[in-house]
């Protein structure tokens, strides 16, 4: 069966081979995806028997507060870090997630595929929600058999 090594080790491992082909933040966001994938396989019961292929591309951005791979602008751009330096690319948000999307507590990362010769971004955003209010109480007893 074969195997990647665990965290460090893999990043230790790698590192070296793929930095400066693109950012260092991108470098290491794409190791740990490469490890994603082969930990879900792992715990979905599937380990990998050979070394995957990922063979659509997709690129992930980290947003969040700092913006190292992307920010969001003011002026409805978008700004991306790319292996030629920052880019700057206008965006349409969707009328159905427009409001969702204005009240985002914060944008957390921005994962990026080719659809039909267009980009695609799916967004993943913090929200604030209020905390549940409960009308009545409710104990389950772990040896009760009817609930």
């Known amino acids: 069966m074969w195997r990647i090594p665990r965290s460090r080790k893999r990043h230790i491992a790698v590192y070296q081979d793929v930095k ?6 991108m470098t290491c966001t794409a190791i740990r995806l490469v ?9 979905n019961k599937k380990p990998a028997q050979r070394p995957f292929e990922f063979k659509r591309p997709t ?8 913006g190292r791979d992307a920010r969001f602008c003011d002026d409805g751009t978008l700004s ?6 920052r880019k700057r690319i206008a965006y349409i948000v969707p009328d159905a997630f427009k409001q969702t999307l204005a009240q985002a ?3 957390d990362s ?7 010769g267009r980009l695609l971004g799916r967004v993943v955003v913090t929200l604030r929600v209020p905390d549940p209010k409960g ?3 409710v104990g389950i007893d772990l040896n009760e058999t009817n609930a």
């Open 20 to 25: 400066g082909v693109i950012s260092s933040q």
């Open 135 to 137: 009308i009545h109480p």
């Open 80 to 85: 991306i870090w790319t292996v030629a330096g």
């Open 35 to 43: 490890a994603g994938a082969y930990a879900a396989a792992r715990s």
């Open 110 to 116: 921005m994962t990026v595929i080719e659809r039909n």
């Open 105 to 107: 507590a914060k944008i």
């Open 59 to 66: 690129a992930l951005f980290l947003v969040g507060e700092r």
